[in-house]
């Protein structure tokens, strides 16, 4: 079975400064997907980014991009200019490539909070 | 195009009653997953339906069940309610299983158990 674990029960960043986010996991299978999402106190998860392993280049979106080091298995989010909006939990998850299924398995998260 | 809603948003019961909780999926989208999450336990996977079929289930007792309708809808029951199952309840839906498909996830039901 696979697992995910995020180090950092809590990570603090000011506007406009940059925050690493870690994930490790856990997988004996060599195609997967990982992801980053975020749940806001509204509850809602938000897809944030994601990662096909069997690519090499690491995933970006705006100001969200990844550290994909798959030999290491490790998946760490990086948040550049980080706003008051990004304060949410932020959650990695892992899914198998050619199971068939949707199934997310989730770390455990990490609460992001944004200082003015 | 509306999202994937779930209701009720919040739920208070007791012990030992039962509970059924919905999900609409975003319209299109075949396959809906259910997710438990906890402050101690975190996000744990309760099943996945896709065309009125469950295909997959998590490490849940038998008193958690499921079911997907012809419209993609779904239920999920909770029986013989026990403290330990107040949790955030989370629905997401995706256009098909697996691959790439990313998952939307609802508001979540709050279910508190008394």
């Known amino acids: 079975a696979q697992t995910v674990t995020q180090s950092q029960p809590e990570m603090s960043v000011q506007e406009a400064e940059t925050v690493t986010l870690s994930c490790t996991y856990d997988t004996s299978e060599s195609d997967y997907y990982l992801f980053w999402y975020k749940q806001p106190p509204s509850r809602q998860m938000i897809l944030v980014i994601r990662q096909e392993a069997y690519k090499q280049q690491n995933a970006t979106e705006n100001r969200f991009s990844v550290n994909f080091q798959k030999a290491a298995k490790s998946f760490s989010l990086k948040i550049s200019d980080s706003q008051l909006g990004d304060a949410a939990m932020y959650f990695c998850?892992?899914?198998?490539f050619g199971s068939g299924y949707s199934t997310l398995t989730f770390g455990k998260g990490t609460m992001l909070l944004v200082s003015p | 195009k509306a999202g994937v809603t779930q209701t009720p948003r919040y739920l208070i019961k007791t012990r030992g009653q039962q509970v059924t909780l919905s999900c609409s999926p975003i319209?299109?989208?075949?396959?809906v997953s259910w997710y438990q999450q906890t402050p101690g336990q975190g996000l744990q996977f309760l099943f996945e339906?896709?065309?009125?079929?469950?295909?997959n289930k998590g490490n849940f007792p038998g008193r958690f069940s499921g079911r997907q309708f012809s419209n993609s809808r779904s239920e999920m029951n909770v029986s013989t309610l026990e403290l330990g199952d107040s949790a955030l309840y989370l629905c997401a839906s995706s256009p098909s299983t697996g691959g790439d498909q990313p998952q939307h996830f609802g508001d979540g039901t709050r279910l508190s158990i008394l």
């Open positions: 319209s299109g989208h075949r396959s």
């Open positions: 998850a892992y899914r198998s």
């Open positions: 339906y896709f065309s009125e079929t469950q295909r």
